[in-house]
T-cell receptor, first 114, second 115 residues
Framework: SQTIHQWPATLVQPVGSPLSLECTVEGTSNPNLYWYRQAAGRGLQLLFYSVGIGQISSEVPQNLSASRPQDRQFILSSKKLLLSDSGFYLC?????????????FGPGTRLTVL | AQSVTQLGSHVSVSEGALVLLRCNYSSSVPPYLFWYVQYPNQGLQLLLKYTTGATLVKGINGFEAEFKKSETSFHLTKPSAHMSDAAEYFCAVSYGSYNTDKLIFGTGTRLQVFP
């Protein structure tokens, strides 16, 4: 069966520090991968998605970046965090060409920027 | 453009009562519609989906939703609420190609269940 892992589960970082969040998927090949952010009191905002290794599409201009160095690994990064980067970050995957719109989410990382 | 509106950011029901969470969509093409549930400090879980065919869709945990094209609605219901149903529920609409489909989420409805 497929599983998705995210780490760390929680993170407290000072403003201006770097960020690296990691997501890995097991049990499937060639998935579409996504990073979402959920801010307090808001819905989910799509940040990045990837249809293959090295292929990243950005949905919202910001100081975050994403990379996909391996088929089932997706990394969210920042060189300098802002207060507004606080939120709950969710990684998700989907099966290409099947179940359009269905997403399988990881457990999330709660990021607090102080 | 595709969009989703969830009416009511908070809904409270008594245990055993009917649950009704409202969702209206806007789509220029036949929509694919979804309901997701999020328990506290967890990721989202797919409850049910409508793609084509039968307009009454059954999902997990006793939930179901009915696609009504004339009303552009996809409301989520459950006949009898359980305490374990307390969570946040998100309606979503999908558009785009199979390879790069986009999923637009509503702002969510938090369901509280009282004993």
């Amino acid at each position: 069966s497929q599983t998705i892992h995210q780490w760390p589960a929680t993170l407290v970082q000072p403003v201006g520090s770097p960020l690296s969040l990691e997501c890995t998927v097991e049990g499937t090949s060639n998935p579409n991968l996504y990073w979402y952010r959920q801010a307090a009191g808001r819905g989910l905002q799509l940040l990045f998605y990837s249809v293959g290794i090295g292929q990243i599409s950005s949905e919202v201009p910001q100081n975050l970046s994403a990379s996909r160095p391996q088929d089932r690994q997706f990394i969210l990064s920042s060189k300098k965090l802002l207060l507004s980067d606080s939120g709950f970050y969710l990684c998700a995957w989907s099966v290409r060409d099947v179940w359009r719109g269905a997403r399988f989410f990881g457990p999330g990382t709660r990021l607090t920027v102080l | 453009a595709q969009s989703v509106t969830q009416l009511g950011s908070h809904v409270s029901v008594s245990e055993g009562a009917l649950v009704l969470l409202r969702c209206n969509y806007s789509s220029s093409v036949p929509p694919y519609l979804f309901w997701y549930v999020q328990y506290p400090n967890q990721g989202l879980q797919l409850l049910l989906k409508y793609t084509t065919g039968a307009t009454l869709v059954k999902g997990i945990n006793g939930f179901e939703a009915e696609f009504k094209k004339s009303e552009t609605s996809f409301h989520l219901t459950k006949p009898s609420a359980h305490m374990s149903d307390a969570a946040e529920y998100f309606c979503a609409v999908s558009y785009g190609s199979y390879n790069t489909d986009k999923l637009i989420f509503g702002t969510g409805t938090r369901l509280q269940v009282f004993p």
